[in-house]
């Protein structure tokens, strides 16, 4: 009995070391379920009704309140989240450039 436990686990640590063989091949690592399901909950949300409410009053505010010191005062606080969170810095925030478009 022994000597067949012994073979099961060998035989199964052989398929366990083939299936991450077969995964790196095919570029899935560790964290690409992660990401994948970061990826899917991200656009659910974005796609969301509430999401899609806020965005758009967002942006109904930005176009009346666009040059107010308050809004210049939350955009440059949202960029500089953003800036942290994502560690794009440099880049110009979706306000900035919906402001950019406005004005011109």
Known sequence: ??????????????K????????RQLGLGPFSHLKQNLAK??????SSAPYLSASATLEDIGRS???????RSFEDMVGSVKDKVTGTNGETSGFERRSARHNT
């Open 65 to 71: 309140d666009i040059h107010s010191s308050t809004f």
């Open 16 to 23: 366990e070391k083939n299936a991450t063989e077969i995964r």
């Open 1 to 14: 009995m022994e000597e067949e436990i012994q073979t099961l686990r060998q035989v199964l640590l052989a």
């Open 41 to 46: 909950g991200w656009h659910d949300v974005q």
